[in-house]
């Protein structure tokens, strides 16, 4: 039976909105437990996240988390959060979303376990649902009241929307030109550049137009890049370093 929410430590709710976060960059998957969708996760991706600098990095006074020091002390963490009832082990059959919850004894739960995976009973905060939902409320009677609006609003709203969709037709724009210029280098000179390479990538809006230009990496770079960062992973999860943290975390589907 697990601990009603009120009575688990704050410093243990801060590790869980922690690895429930972007800053963890731990894989948090949808599934379905019992009809209802949840997300889960593998043990050691949770594991590798605590492991991480940005645990410590982002923690801050008023939030504090349990040190984290070495893999056995995640673990040890990563076990308390499961006996406060913070997420569950689940069974995942391959290739499958659908999730049973582990048989065990009531008495005897299962330890945490890096290659099982648990589905998570702690939710975070509400409070940015909540505001969302009053916005969105907030919106709709704007909307819906759009006819009583005074005539300078309505002239502003026009004049937003415009620029609005001004900004789209310059990125779209933007995302053809960058297509040409590929394809055109790559024809030219056997290899292809891109304008604003992290366009689209997993980053800011100011680090999405940072750098202006970079090239493909050849074939043999791109092997080689990814046989030293096979090699760097496996040698720092063998040392269990904090700084040897794995990035990238393999689960399987």
Known sequence: MSQPQHQIPKEHTNAADYLRSSESKMKNRQGVLNGKRVEFFKG?????????????????????????????????????????????RVDKPPKSKHLTLTQHHPHHPPPFAPDAYYAW?????????????????????????FPLWPMPMKTGVWYLSLGVLGIMGLFMILVVVRLFIWIGTLIVLGQGGWL????????GIIESFIPLWGWDPKKGEKRSKREG???????????GLVNGAVDGDDDDE
């Open 44 to 88: 050691k991706s949770a594991v590798n996240a605590l492991l991480r600098q940005n645990y410590k990095a982002t923690a801050k006074r008023s939030r504090p988390r349990p040190p984290v020091t070495d893999r056995p002390s995640a673990e040890k963490l990563l076990s308390t959060l499961l006996s406060d009832g913070l997420f569950v």
């Open 121 to 145: 009973a702690y939710e975070g905060s509400q409070w940015r649902m909540y505001l969302l939902g009053l916005a969105l409320v907030a919106l709709t009677l704007a909307g819906v009241m």
């Open 196 to 203: 604003y390479p992290n366009l689209f990538a997993d980053v």
């Open 229 to 239: 960062v096979k090699a760097k992973s496996s040698g720092s999860e063998g040392e």
